[in-house]
């Protein structure tokens, strides 16, 4: 019984992770049309930022949501701008465009894993935070993932907050929906995706950040966090947030019950119910 | 109101619209009939700024609106309801209706304006929690018709209100238009569906080929040999 419970209380600690780095590809694939192989790039840079400025300059790590998530936000408001603005503009239709800017993001993310190699070199890197147990009855958990899946269950609900009860929110929505229906309302299209694109940074900025405080980091583990999004928006239906939560947290589960078996097969057995997904159920468990 | 000069627009290297002026007046309900293919939503779609002209021009109010975007012509004050509705099958109605008031100067009315859609659509208010997509046709046709009202438009333009929909529902959609005009909004309608649209309107354009070929007032059109051979089957 105490193995079940652990198995699941585990499963609901990574979920939270898996769920917070699926919201943003989410949110850029359902709205932009961009599915962005960079997203785990965000990931770590964000998560590198974090060890750098808590390693030497001594700042709570917790703090870094404050710093690292505003800075993928910036950095993801540019590069839609300049970048995939303009292969949009230069792209003859919306299918064409699906295609190139996923060679674009190829592209996004050797550029941001080079400059991270450059910058960090390629060991295996991490700090300790609030390493210390917690008692839920007979039941150990480490505190710091506990404050993991905390901090994302609250990003992700003030993030869906945000889509379904404000101005911007909503038209993120309605432009996700029908853009040419939600142009004629009077939402300027182009700011919108740019907004998009940065809010899926953004959310990949807060994913780094909450990934350091427990997981040990390497320059080359952006692929790694691409895939589990790929495959929890996959699970819980493109576009839909809350159905980003449940699929993260369905995914973990799974993964925990897997590493209870066999720690080695994770990835493999994702990648197995991500190919049995997409031939059973493409459009995800809660997909229209 | 609103004019249009000289207007030629085309689709990559074909031209659909050739030389169409027009215009609509205030308080007036104008409508631009023609078959299938004539290009009546392309002009639609140039007015509201979804397809740029290749040459002419769009004048509302005095306001040189040729070649502005989508969000430039809904501030001038002309809501554009495009074919079948077009509403957000995933929002609600009331957020259907919200994304109708999304301009910055609507928003901060949204709440009187709400009470004024929901006093003309009281179906609408009951409805108000339930997602676009589960609503009936009738419903779907008032949520698109008060979509477009919490814009607080000075002009509606209708795309084909009646396409797809039973007689019944095509009577209420075209009472919908005089009910329009009666709270000061001015109508510029296009449908295939010409006889109807001749005993609504008070003056008529009839488009063939991308070219206004008639006009004038509807019962002058109605007694045309030329609609009445082609349009009304008489």
Redesign the interface.
Request: without cysteine; proline residues 10%; aromatic residues 10%.
């Given at each position: 019984m105490i193995s079940f419970i652990n198995i699941l209380l585990n499963g609901l600690l990574l979920g939270g992770i898996y769920a917070i780095t699926a919201v943003g590809l989410s949110l850029q694939y359902g709205v932009a049309r961009i599915l962005n192989i960079a997203h785990g790039e965000f990931i770590m840079f964000s998560a590198f930022i974090t060890w750098m400025l808590h390693t030497t300059l001594g700042i709570n790590p917790l703090l870094c949501l404050a710093v690292a998530g505003p800075l993928m936000f910036v950095l993801g408001y540019l590069i839609q701008k300049f970048l995939y603005k303009t292969l949009k503009d230069k792209t003859p239709s919306p299918a064409a465009f699906e295609g190139s800017s996923m060679l674009l993001a190829f592209g996004l993310l050797f550029v941001i894993q080079n400059i991270a190699v450059f910058i960090w070199g390629n060991n295996i890197e991490g700090y300790t935070f609030m390493a210390y147990s917690v008692y839920l009855g007979d039941i150990r958990l480490s505190a710091n993932r506990l404050v993991i899946l905390v901090l994302a269950v609250l990003i992700c609900a003030l993030f869906y907050l945000f889509l379904t009860r404000t101005?911007p929110g909503?038209?993120i929505?309605?432009a996700s929906?029908?853009p040419?229906?939600?142009?004629?309302?009077?939402?300027?299209i182009n700011r919108m995706l740019a907004l998009c694109f940065a809010l899926g940074a953004l959310m990949a900025g807060f994913a780094g950040v909450l990934i350091s405080l427990a997981y040990q980091l390497q320059t080359t583990m952006g692929m790694q966090y691409t895939i589990i999004a790929i495959i929890v928006v996959v699970l819980g239906g493109l576009g839909s947030i809350p159905g980003s939560l449940i699929g993260g947290f369905l995914l973990g589960i799974f993964g925990s019950i897997v590493s209870g078996i066999e720690p080695g097969l994770t990835m493999a057995a994702y990648y197995l119910l991500f190919m049995v997904l997409l031939l059973v159920k493409p459009s995800g468990i809660f997909g229209? | 109101m609103l004019e249009v000069k000289n207007l030629n627009v085309f689709y990559g290297n074909v031209q659909i619209l050739w030389d169409v002026s027009l215009e609509v007046g205030e308080g007036e309900i104008v409508a631009l009939v023609g078959a299938n293919g004539a290009g009546k939503t392309t002009l639609l779609n140039a007015i509201?700024g979804?397809v740029p002209p290749a040459s002419g021009s769009v004048t509302f109010l005095g306001r040189d609106l040729t070649g502005a975007?989508?969000?430039a012509v809904?501030?001038a004050g002309i809501s554009?309801l495009?074919e079948g509705g077009?509403?957000?099958?995933?929002?609600s109605v009331l957020?259907n209706l919200?994304?109708?008031a999304?301009?910055r100067s609507s928003?901060k009315q949204k709440k009187e304006r709400l009470e004024k859609v929901y006093d003309l659509f009281p179906r609408l208010k009951e409805r108000r929690k339930q997602l676009a997509k589960t609503l009936s046709g009738g419903e779907r046709q008032m949520l698109a018709m008060g979509?477009c009202l919490m814009?607080n438009p000075k002009l509606g333009m209708f795309d084909e209100l009646s396409y797809g929909l039973s007689p019944k529902l095509v009577k209420e959609a075209f009472d919908m238009l005089q009910m329009l005009r009666e709270n000061g909004i001015t109508v510029f309608l296009i449908e295939q569906n010409v006889k109807q649209s001749l005993e609504i309107a008070d003056r008529a354009y009839v488009l063939e080929n991308g070219r206004i070929v008639l006009s004038g007032s509807s019962s002058e059109l109605m007694d045309s040999d030329h609609v009445r051979k082609a349009y009304l089957g008489l």
């Open positions: 101005r909503k038209a929505r309605a929906q029908d040419e229906a939600a142009g004629l309302m009077g939402v300027e229209r | 509201a979804l975007p989508p969000n809904v501030e554009y495009p077009r509403l957000f099958p995933d929002m957020e919200e994304m109708g999304y301009l928003w979509r814009a």
